[in-house]
């Protein structure tokens, strides 16, 4: 029988045994439940051209973005220095087509709608568009969470967990000491936190998911103010209408500038403060026009109305489409009539009939011209014109010459009175000499002419 020494010694050491297990295992469920969230994504939507991609590829940190249509898909790198741990966050950048706005069913859907930021993008370089492209996708965002089977409570939690978000907003300070500190959203349970109530206009279209516009390409304020002649007063005014929107939905508002380099890394620290809760130091930025910065929680109707002040030619309340009209388009004008091709057949018998003509006055202008007259020359009677003959002896050494010379000499003489049978019968006798001299030319084959035949026999 063993000492009762022995028997407790070994029962001690089985329950340090079984401590040290249960230390280890509570260690590693603690290590992985501080590990970064997988299952984040951030879903970007705007009109085409508005620069959705540029701003994805820089926050990836991808020098050479290329754009795709449809739904794109890419991701984010995250690692968080505390915990010595890395994930990747998905974005979804949706096209810009209407028809496409249906395929967010796959990036949004009931399971996920926890675990899901949205950005919504608009081009600052066309502020008349800035209405309607903010207008179009917040409206195309809640027409698609209406078509997802969310029950009402999980609704309801997730917008008083928004709601709680901007009621905790608390600005940072600018001390050394701040950057150690870390910013968290309030929890149902904090109830010792005195909440203030939230304004009139706030939150009043509260979606339940964390909303952040981002006002791309805030380079262009200086063109805006070249070419169109923007003042101050134009940009107060987009802000002041912007940052109301914001308000309705309890979202946050970026000016960047990819281009400048313009808040993009601000941005990209903040996304990661509202998913991942990584401490977030910044205060807000309203003092340079194109860095502008305004976190969700930190903004009201009070704050907003200091951008009325430059406003002295424009109200507020004035319409959108009033103040910040479209230009006209300054292309030049095109043309855009149909032009319909001639037949190939019509065509050719056109040139043919234009060729025929070209040949019938080349071949007049090529005829004898009419002697000039000169001033030694016997004047006739009016209207009257004296004409030079051809001499037949003069007109060469073969006969042949000397009968086309008589032929036109025939042509040039002017008929006098009603002419006698003598002179008729000449013409006759030139016109059939000049006729077989012709036929003969054309033929190559030498012909006796009635000229020669008469000079023989006589």
Known sequence: MAPISEKMGSENGEKEEQNLWYSILGEVSSHSSSKLPTNKSIIVLGDDE????SMAARLEGNEDPKKGSGLEYTYIDVRDEDRDDITRCGVWLLD?????????????????????????????????????SIEKWSQALSSHMDQLKITPQKMKNLKQKLIRQFQMYVEPDNTPDASSKKITVATPNDEEQVLLPLGETTLTSNLGLPIIVVCTKSDAVSSLEKEFDYKIEHFDYIQQFIRKFCLCYGAALFYISVKEEKNCELLKKYLLHRIYDFPFNTPPLVVEKEAIFIPSGWDSLKKISICY?????????????????????RKPFQDCREIVAEDEQLFLIRQQNLLSKNISQIKTAESPQRPSKTSGSPSGTPGSTSKVKIDPSKAGGTPNEGVLANFFNSLLSKKTGAGSTQSKAGDKAVRSDAKAELDRMTRGKPVTTQAGSSAGTS
């Open 96 to 132: 810009g087509d209407d028809d496409h706005s249906r395929m967010l069913q796959f990036a949004l859907t009931d399971e996920n709608i926890e675990d899901v930021l949205v950005i919504l993008v608009v081009d600052m370089s066309q502020p008349w568009n800035v209405k309607a």
């Open 50 to 53: 508005s620069g959705k991609t």
């Open 309 to 329: 002040e430059n406003m002295t030619n424009i109200k507020p309340d004035d319409p959108f489409e009033d103040v910040l009209s479209k230009p006209p388009n």
